[in-house]
């Protein structure tokens, strides 16, 4: 299997050579320091695995299922330890569908299934979200794209880049669809836990024996640095072949990975942590829903859950046009376009990151650079 770059990898590689002043589209909260956790770690604590789990701590795979709301339907060995939300991925993707099988995706959404679906020899499917419907997929098209050969949907909900979410009875009617044929439901649900109204999405592992919900301490928590996330799915065979394929790559889970994130989610801690990344994240995303509306170059759905959404552009200049002028002097601002994500007329634009991110300032150099432009 050749994994080829993807467009939204090479612009994040660009990024970090252009070193930006300041950054329109950060995804995840503000991000907390090794200093917040010394208190609770012991100095003691062996470096060696040896006599772990292969799934993973107890106590976090306990945790991930609490904040999930997931205890009542699942058991602690229905969860592993991944490196991530991008490893628990990779590993489901890459042991469910081989070469030839049919695999559907909602687009726009996260690439990685795209990319890995193609490096199979997957017959890849999108399942097309519509702007003019809030970004959401019609069920009919999902019933019409799924086969019997399909193995795999994969949906990203909520959903990066749009921000959209889909509630129990739409994520019921996919499960009702996919069983029909077999088919696995994986969920990436990374961005879990900072809906912006109504409660938590609901998690397909709790909804479906066939169903997979990815997710991680990246985003609500901040803590990408630590490569620690999960995947569910009540089908032990999912589980297992994950253990399988990890022996033959990284082999097992970084001990100070699963610790600190063991910590950082214990109910007190992870309530505090949320409740901060909520009110952050709501101020942010306020003060660029009120940027949006009062420039009518731009236009866009504001993001249900999440810290990121795609934005229009009603301008006679791509995505990938203004990313670059943006970029440059005296701008030096960073943005994603749409073109990452197949839609070439609008930009990504993100409120995580906290302070750091600087948004207040890479607002106004977007709107010193849409005033240069007219
Ligand atoms: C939808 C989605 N899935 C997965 C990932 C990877 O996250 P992690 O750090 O948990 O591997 C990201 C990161 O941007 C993401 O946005």
């Not at 890459?94 to 299934?113: A, F, K, N, T, Y």
């Not at 214990?266 to 909520?278: F, S, T």
């Not at 005296?330 to 409120?351: D, K, M, N």
Request: net charge negative; hydrophobic share 40%; aromatic share 6%.
């Amino acid at each position: 299997m050749y994994i080829k770059i993807h467009r939204l990898f090479e612009l994040l590689l660009e990024s970090t050579s252009a070193q930006p002043e300041a950054v329109l589209g950060f995804s995840l909260a503000e991000s907390p320091t090794l200093g917040d956790y010394l208190a609770d770690l012991d100095p003691k604590l062996s470096l060696d695995w040896s006599g772990q789990s292969f799934n993973g701590l107890p106590e976090l795979r306990q945790h991930v299922l609490t904040h999930a709301h997931l205890s009542e339907v699942c058991h602690i060995d229905d969860v592993l330890i991944t490196a991530g939300t991008a490893e628990a991925n990779f590993m489901s993707i890459c042991q469910l569908v081989q070469l030839g099988d049919e695999m559907i995706v909602d687009v726009p959404g996260w690439p990685q299934p795209l990319v890995l679906g193609e490096a199979i020899g997957a017959h890849v499917k999108p399942l097309m979200r519509r702007e003019e419907n809030q970004w959401r997929f019609d069920l009919d098209d999902l019933a019409r794209l799924i086969s019997p050969r399909t193995k795999l949907i994969f949906l990203c909900n909520p959903n990066n880049p749009t921000g959209q979410i889909l509630r129990q009875a739409e994520l019921r009617e996919v499960v009702r669809l996919a069983e029909r044929v077999g088919a696995y439901v994986l969920c990436d649900e990374v961005y879990a836990g900072l809906e912006w109204q109504g409660p938590r999405v609901p998690s397909v592992a709790g909804l479906y024996e066939r169903g997979i919900s990815t997710g991680s301490v990246s985003k609500a928590l901040g803590l990408q640095g630590l490569r620690t996330g999960w995947l569910i799915c009540r089908d032990h065979k999912v589980v297992r072949d994950a253990i399988v394929m990890r022996e033959n790559s990284s082999e097992i889970m970084n001990v100070m990975g699963e610790i600190i994130a063991e910590i950082a989610m214990r109910p007190a801690r992870y309530a505090a942590a949320i409740a901060k990344a909520r009110a952050d994240g709501a101020q942010n995303l306020h003060l660029l829903d009120q940027f949006i509306q009062s420039r009518r170059e731009l236009s866009w759905e504001t993001p249900a859950a999440g810290l990121i959404g795609l934005c229009r552009l009603n301008l006679g200049m791509t995505g990938d046009e203004l990313g670059k002028r943006l970029l440059g002097a005296p701008y030096r601002t960073f943005s994603i376009p749409g073109s990452a994500y197949g839609f070439p007329q609008h930009i990504r634009l993100g409120v995580g990151g906290g302070q750091a991110a600087k948004l207040a300032q890479g607002l106004a150099q977007l709107a010193r650079c849409l005033d240069d432009i007219y």
